[in-house]
């Protein structure tokens, strides 16, 4: 029996087919084992089955999908896979660098979700304990390239067979690079006041949030890393403009696009109402400029 081991309420699916994930009412959303090992989670509707994550004290997280309602289960935990590796920048060890990683597979059902770790001395770190066999990513955060010297690229990975270590070798330091801009109105009207841009990486799970916005409308990112991110600004009463040639035109949240080195005269275009996709250009997951290098509207767009 697993002791004291935490049990997080996932998701609940019913009889009638779908499900529901996160916040719900009604449902125990958290529950810890007893000396037994036991442990009970209840809702107050009626459900065919229940999604949960397990946690204990040198043991994998595990995620349990459909469990169904009314019976005992016995949910089986491993010790896991160990991964370390090192941190390194100019050929010299960083320490007190934290170090993200993170399930490649983002689905509710399957994703294992995220750890995080700080280097030693020697620019060692080690991940105990992780879901073996299973994609992830790995990099260093933005928020630290300028103490680091710059920042770790994602690098995907699988970690190894349970109770094995993997030994990733050197995550080496880039340079990273300002992508800096401004917000523009289509209406020409002045910004609101406490508006903020928010810059994310596609792949690692990690972001530069909470960035203020200028009256003028200009921002700047620094340490940005050379992969693919998304920019996204939030203009109560505004929505990302078409004519935005990086935009995520299949949700409408973001511009996305590849940055390669210092990005200046970012334009972005708010324009007033909510997002709708153009009907007339069918629009699918392959057509997102994530590849592409991120641009922003030209001068002769403003002037249209």
Avoid at 259 to 272: A, C, D, H, K
Wanted: negative net charge; proline residues 7%.
């Amino acid at each position: 029996p697993v002791p004291n081991a935490k049990v997080d309420f996932e998701g609940i699916y019913y009889e009638t087919g779908g499900g529901s994930y996160g916040a719900i009412q009604g449902v125990d959303h958290l529950a810890v084992t007893d000396a037994k090992g036991e442990f009970v989670l209840t809702s107050e509707k009626t459900f065919a089955s229940m999604g949960v994550t397990v946690e204990a004290h040198g043991l994998a997280r595990q995620k349990y999908q459909r469990l169904e309602a009314g019976k005992m289960h016995e949910l089986h935990l491993v010790k896991g896979n160990t991964v370390t590796d090192r941190m390194v920048g100019a050929g010299k060890p960083i320490a007190n660098a934290e170090v993200g990683l993170v399930g490649a597979n983002r689905s509710a059902e399957e994703f294992i979700g995220t750890f995080a770790a700080t280097t030693d001395a020697a620019g060692r770190f080690v991940f105990p304990n992780l879901p073996p066999s299973e994609e992830c990513f790995i990099y260093s955060h933005m928020c630290e390239a300028g103490a680091n010297g710059g920042v770790v690229s994602w690098r995907k990975f699988s970690t190894g067979a349970d109770a094995t270590t993997t030994d990733l070798g050197d995550l080496v330091v880039q340079p990273a690079f300002r992508v800096s801009g401004r917000v523009v109105l289509s209406d020409g009207k002045p910004l609101p006041k406490g508006i903020r841009a928010m810059l994310s990486r596609n792949e690692a799970w990690d972001q530069l949030p909470n960035v203020p916005v200028a009256p003028d409308g200009s921002f700047a990112f620094d340490g940005v890393p050379p992969e693919s991110v998304g920019v996204s600004v939030n203009v109560p009463g505004y929505c990302l403009s078409l004519q935005n040639p990086s935009l995520d035109r299949l949700n409408g949240f973001s511009i996305v696009g590849q940055v390669s080195g210092n990005i200046r005269g970012l334009v972005i275009l708010e324009e007033p109402g909510q997002f709708k996709r153009d009907s007339s250009q069918p629009y699918k997951p392959d057509d997102m400029p994530c590849d592409k290098p991120l641009r922003g509207v030209t001068p002769e767009r403003l002037t249209q």
